[in-house]
């Protein structure tokens, strides 16, 4: 018997309408840990090399790990795994809410979904009973009305996740909606079903899992939750964007599509503003006390009610693309959910579009006849609707930035700010110096989740040793730091935990949390340097991936971020000098074990 695992794996194939089971065993769970470790050693060993995102050979991977279905908090994650229809490499999104709970106590560990369905079609799991049903009335429907309709057909016991028109018409960076709010919302999770023809996932189970040790698990578990109360007042009472002020003063929040300008009407979009007159209550995902997701409603004669804003909605939507209405940040929040797209690729793509008419890149033309600028939400709105249906430079800007910059030309591409393909969230790298060495290092492109480096640079604070000061402007001191986050983060998306409940610094779970935790469920007794030996397993696999499907040089940066320097409170005169940050590079593959060129030892 495995303690804390299902110990099965769900494999669907659409194309033959087929569905079957494997086995795990326990060696490959003390050397994968679960979730992104499982992921990452079955893409390399059931796909093949440059093979196409959308094609029917590709592998969508959903998984969860011990932790998920526990007594731990905080273990209320799925993940998806895939090859980024968006990017062309390495793809991993994370969904709370309740559905990772539905899926471990429906009997799996890992489900892994191929080929195509001739029709659409959704897969319903009921407590290990799996069957592919006909989806012909849920297509051209939106993710939030899909859900309804299958939670109507089953019941509410069912959790759903689901596509709408964008992931229906391929936009790359379309994502999977889950209880109208949650989402798995990076690299493009939602074309990949698109292009099955799956519409939907629905799933309930009943399976308990005990502990090995309750005891120890019980210890982790009263720990956390006394800290919690404490350590996130912040998050609990403003969600994400409580945030906005601390990256504002560090000058490290995005504007005007990555312009050197300072944000000009901060207090129309502050924390404060939007708890006193937006939010009406509080969400919590499964077993978490933190309950960080707020529920708005817009003060206009719609009234919408939406989950949210997230920090980087606030973000994408706001400075980004110079617009400071809360009620139209709310809506094109909303907006994305419902069509089903990702909001940090939504409000770069939208923002890079006003710049090339500001640049005479695009004309009025392009527009259909309306006047692009910075601050205009019907603009946004009308490029969102045209994104999600592909409809006149709505289907350029589906591609997302880099290849819509390729595209449309004339030196678009001068400006197109991304890494490896992907948008970057909103936490600026010239006045924060980890996340230049973050951006150029993530396996998925411009990612604030597989390091969280962000945080350490704003508090000032070594990530694990808070008693380290850290200095945001230093290129000496970043590599190890981001070295060490992206290993526990591996582990966190292993194992798999919000990032919440493991922040740098505040935690509670930290390094020792999460392994006592993981001793504790799993009974494996593992010691630290075992356990830290499996995050590097499993980034170097990631990476060695990577490499197989031919990713860009960790030194292809905007060049934007490495030439303009910022006039901006808190950072002023800064930008990412490209010769320290080869420095860094250099510096963080020595600490990796890899070669001067980024590659794992064993495949140099």
């Known amino acids: 018997m495995l303690n804390g695992y299902a110990g099965r794996i769900l494999v669907v194939k659409l194309q033959m309408g087929k569905i079957f089971q494997q086995e795990i065993n326990s060696e490959f769970c003390k050397n994968y840990i679960g979730g992104k470790g499982f992921a990452v050693k ?143 919302g990076r690299c493009g999770a939602g074309a990949l079903m698109g292009s099955k023809n799956l519409k939907a996932i629905a799933v309930r189970g009943t399976k308990k899992y005990e502990p090995a040790n309750i005891k120890l698990v019980e210890e ?24 906005l002020p601390l990256i504002n003063e560090a000058g490290a929040l995005p504007t005007y599509y990555w312009s050197e300008k300072p944000i000009e009407e901060y207090e129309k979009i502050s924390p404060e503003l939007l708890k006193s007159n937006y939010y009406k209550h509080r969400r919590s995902c499964y077993g978490c006390s933190i309950a960080c997701c707020q529920t708005s409603e817009t003060q206009d004669e719609l009234h919408i009610k939406s989950e949210g804003p997230e920090y980087e909605t606030l973000y994408a939507f706001g400075p980004l693309c110079g617009i400071f209405d809360l009620d139209s940040i709310i809506k094109l929040g909303d907006m994305c959910d419902k069509l089903g797209m990702d909001v940090i690729s939504a409000g770069n793509t939208v923002a890079f579009a006003v710049e090339c008419y500001r640049r005479g ?63 970057p969230p909103g936490y600026d790298p010239r006045a924060l110096k980890g996340m230049a060495l973050a951006y150029a290092v993530s396996s998925r492109g411009a990612c604030h989740l597989r390091h969280m480096a962000y945080r350490p640079n704003l508090t000032g604070k070594h990530p694990f040793r808070p008693d380290i000061r850290v200095n945001r402007f230093s290129y000496e001191e970043q590599p190890p730091m981001v070295k060490e986050q992206e290993d526990f983060y591996t582990l966190v998306d292993s194992m798999i935990y919000c990032h919440f409940l493991c922040l740098p610094v505040a935690g509670p779970i930290l390094w020792d949390e999460m392994l006592r935790a993981f001793n504790g469920v799993t009974g494996f007794n593992m010691e630290m340097t075992t356990f830290v030996e499996c995050a590097v397993r499993i980034n170097d696999l990631v990476r060695i991936y990577n490499l197989r499907e031919g990713v860009p040089p960790d030194t292809e940066f905007p060049v934007v971020w490495v030439s303009q320097k910022l006039k901006r409170r808190g950072a002023d005169g800064e930008l990412v000098e490209a010769k320290k940050l080869s420095q860094m590079l250099t510096e963080y593959y020595k600490l990796r074990g890899w070669s001067l060129q980024g590659k794992p030892r064993d495949i140099s």
Not at 89 to 108: D, L, P
Not at 160 to 172: D, Q, R, T, Y
Not at 225 to 238: A, D, F
Not at 381 to 406: H, P, S, T
Request: hydrophobic residues 40%; neutral net charge; proline residues 4%.
């Open 361 to 423: 890149i695009l004309g009025k033309e392009d527009f259909e006849g309306i006047e692009p600028k910075f601050g205009d939400p019907k603009l946004a709105v009308d490029l969102i609707f045209k994104i999600a249906y592909r409809r006149g430079l709505g289907n350029i800007l589906a591609e997302g930035v880099r290849k819509g910059a390729q595209l449309i030309g004339r030196r678009a591409e001068e400006f197109a700010v991304h890494v490896k393909g992907l948008e």
């Open 220 to 243: 982790v578990r009263k720990k956390v939750l006394t800290e919690v109360k404490e350590k996130h007042k912040t998050l609990s009472t403003y969600g994400t964007p409580g945030l």
């Open 42 to 184: 079955i893409l390399l060993e059931r796909t093949e090399a440059s093979m196409d995102p959308l094609s029917q050979d590709s592998i969508l991977i959903f998984a969860v790990g011990p932790m998920n279905a526990s007594l731990v908090p905080g273990s209320n994650r799925l993940g998806a795994f895939f090859k980024s229809p968006l990017t062309g490499i390495w793809g991993e999104s994370y969904c709370g809410g309740q559905i990772a709970t539905q899926f471990k106590q429906a009997g799996f560990d890992v489900m892994v979904i191929s080929g195509k369905s001739e029709k659409p079609v959704y897969i319903l799991i009921d407590d290990g009973t799996v069957s592919i049903k006909d989806a012909a009335h849920l297509w051209g429907k939106d993710s939030f009305e899909t859900q309804d309709t299958i939670i109507a057909d089953y019941g509410k016991e069912y959790q759903v996740a689901a596509i709408g028109p964008a992931g229906e018409n391929l936009v790359k960076f379309a994502c999977i909606d889950h209880s109208k709010g949650r989402q798995f």
